[in-house]
């Protein structure tokens, strides 16, 4: 990460792949997965410790289906989960000198932002049927552009909204460090505390923003 | 900066892998054990009552097997009440009729006694009286005349106060 904007590509059948991007994205996974089994390693019928704190987290985001998109949505529990904390791992990896954040790609967000629309949409015409595409034609046909407007705007703000965040974040490092003389690294380390925090909200936005976007698909229409 | 190629369908890709991996691997386990764990406690709630109820029912067998006992237990005093105060009743009954046989005996022994001592007296009386007579006379008269003079005088006697003499 040391020009900014350039990225070092390979091809591979035919195809154009960001590597590092790549490179990051594995990392960033193997993260997440070994998180996932230290969490869940020696799970015990009487929980103890960190046990109950993992039961804790399942239980809330159950009872956050539950409330937003009924009971239905259960099985949307791990996606959600997962999209959260591959957004956060990604985030602060980005951090860590001599890495980079696969989220500071944007094929990546946008990648993300374009699976949870087509997932929107495709939970929608299968919970909904052909009520889930009348109702972008409500109250009057002439709606359809608003709407139409809307539903591209999602997959857009969610992957540029990430994206700029982590992208600025990481840029603003790079410059500090080289504005700044060494001897002087207060501005840097609160940048870098502050980068913490951006990639904590903008983690829980994402994955927050969602998972409204899935309940209003799964969700009973009798609102 | 902004290029998108095909790196976009690797990271749907990846994603999706990871959202597959972390289900199978650690949200599933933690649903199961939710899961069993909630039954777990169901069963042993609905144990918990099912033996209740079932310790109540002993308890309500109990007791009316208790109840039963006592009754039974007071039917048996009662029971054996009755037959001593029977028994008793019946031995008073034999003691009277015992007593009463045994002065009906003592009564008939003195009555013959009695008897016996007046016939003893009587003959005795007869021998003095012949005896006294034979002297005062000075002479022995008729033997049967005698008997019959004496035996008058007895039997006066016995009518006038023998027959009042208490035994």
């Known amino acids: 990460m040391h020009e900014i904007g350039v990225r070092e590509t390979v091809r591979f059948l035919g195809l154009t792949f960001n590597i590092e991007t790549l490179h990051m994205t594995w990392i960033t996974m193997l993260i997440v997965a070994v998180i996932a089994c230290l969490a869940v390693r020696n799970l015990q019928a009487v929980p103890r410790g960190w046990q109950n704190f993992i039961e804790m987290v399942v239980l809330w985001l159950h009872d956050q289906i ?3 998109m009924g009971s239905r949505g259960r099985f949307l529990a791990p996606f959600i989960v997962t999209l959260f904390l591959f957004i956060l791992t990604s985030n602060l990896l980005g951090l860590v000198p001599t890495m980079a954040s696969p989220t500071n790609d944007l094929n990546t967000t946008l990648g993300l932002a374009l699976l949870v629309i087509v997932m929107v949409h495709a939970l929608g015409l299968y919970f909904k049927g052909t ?7 409500q109250p009057v046909p002439v709606f359809v552009v608003i709407n139409a407007i809307e539903e591209i705007a999602k997959p857009i703000t969610l992957a540029f909204r990430l994206f700029g965040n982590i992208l600025a974040g990481e840029i603003l490092i790079i410059v500090l460090l ?3 003389p060494i001897w002087m690294p207060i501005p840097s380390v609160l940048w870098l505390a502050f980068s913490i925090f951006i990639g904590g909200v903008q983690a829980v936005i994402f994955t927050m923003l969602s998972t409204a976007y899935l309940a209003n698909a799964i969700k009973e229409s009798n609102e | 900066m902004i290029e998108i190629n095909a790196t976009i369908l690797a990271q749907i890709l990846n994603f999706i892998i990871l959202v597959l991996f972390l289900r199978a691997v650690a949200y599933k386990p933690v649903c199961r054990l939710l899961e069993q764990r909630s039954q777990k406690i169901q069963g042993d709630l609905d144990k918990a009552e099912a033996d209740r109820r079932e310790a109540q029912q002993t308890l309500a067998q109990y007791r009316q097997t208790l109840q039963e006992a006592n009754v039974k237990a007071q039917e048996i005093i009662d029971n054996a009440e009755k037959t001593a105060r029977d028994a008793h009743d019946a031995k008073i009954l034999e003691t009277k009729r015992d007593v009463e046989q045994i002065k009906k005996t003592a009564q008939e022994e003195i009555q013959r006694e009695r008897n016996q001592a007046m016939e003893q007296m009587r003959s005795e ?4 009286s012949l005896l006294a007579a034979g002297k005062v006379l000075g002479k022995n008269i008729d033997n049967k005349e005698n008997d019959r003079l004496i035996n008058d005088f007895i039997n006066q ?11």
Do not use: R
């Open chain 1, 66 to 68: 539950d409330a937003m």
């Open chain 2, 125 to 128: 009386v007869v021998a003095l």
């Open chain 2, 157 to 167: 006697l016995d009518k006038e106060k023998l027959g009042d003499l208490s035994c």
């Open chain 1, 178 to 180: 080289k504005l700044m």
């Open chain 1, 131 to 137: 009520h889930y595409i009348a109702h972008f034609f």
